[in-house]
């Protein structure tokens, strides 16, 4: 799982509860993203972030947020609007900016964290 | 709009003989694809990606894969299988900027002894 870390690994909360799922990473990468992974669906973006203090929605933001103080951590926040939290999320990470050349468009994946609401 | 299929929801092979996944792909201009593999309860890991140049890509634990521009497919192979491939496998596109990806549905390996 390189060099990205998620906790927790599972989570539980009651429906209307917000929470904040951690995404650290020690890659030196600018590029940081939060995708959401439901059986049959692959990955959907939630929301990405080229540069600290700059994030941008994916394809599934609502009922979600995130921030980016630091270039190390991205971590994202289930609010009580997203009607449907019940999923494994993945943050990944990319040094496309870096100057890497094509090996910066390989993403690296964390180990997840499972998110179950009730 | 750019999209990836994985037109099996799974693929049975029994160890030792050659499998292949199946990846199609519907983009505008030339297409950069990736394959990831992903065990249970795990994140993904890079398997082996398509920018440029030659049409068949070798990846990481013998698995390759061949780009077929005139059937816009990305089929990801292995001569042998073993047991420890099986897991669920992403096919992926690069999409615009900011090096978002497009992943398809995912195809479920299972390989028998």
């Known amino acids: 799982d390189g060099g990205i870390t998620q906790s927790p690994k599972y989570l539980f909360r009651k429906e209307g509860q917000n929470v904040t799922l951690s995404c650290e990473q020690n890659l030196n990468h600018d590029a940081m993203y939060w995708y959401r992974q439901d059986p049959g669906q692959g990955l959907r973006l939630i929301y990405y972030s080229q540069i600290v203090n700059d994030f941008q929605k994916g394809d599934i933001a609502e009922g979600y947020s995130v921030s980016r103080e630091k270039k190390e951590s991205f971590p994202l926040t289930v609010t009580s609007a997203q009607k449907n939290p019940t999923a494994f999320y993945l943050c990944?990470?990319?040094?496309?900016?870096?100057?890497?050349?094509?090996?910066?468009?390989?993403?690296?994946f964390g180990p997840g964290t499972r998110l179950t609401v009730t | 709009a750019q999209s990836v299929a994985q037109p099996e929801d799974q693929v049975n092979v029994a160890e030792g003989n050659p499998l292949t996944v199946k990846c199609t792909y519907s983009?505008?201009?030339?297409?950069?694809l990736f394959w990831y593999v992903q065990y249970p309860n795990r994140g993904l890991q890079f398997l082996l990606k398509?920018?440029?140049?030659?049409?068949l890509v070798k990846g990481s634990y013998g698995f390759e894969a061949e780009f077929n521009k005139s059937q816009t497919s990305f089929h990801l192979k292995k001569p042998s299988a073993l047991v420890s491939d099986s897991a669920l496998y992403f096919c992926?596109?690069?999409?615009?900027?900011?090096?978002?990806?497009?992943f398809g549905a995912g195809t479920r390996l299972a390989v028998h002894p």
């Open positions: 990944a990470s990319s040094g496309y900016t870096s100057g890497l050349g094509d090996k910066g468009l390989e993403q690296y």
């Open positions: 983009v505008s201009g030339n297409p950069y």
């Open positions: 992926a596109v690069l999409r615009g900027g900011y090096n978002k990806l497009i």
């Open positions: 398509y920018i440029t140049g030659d049409n």
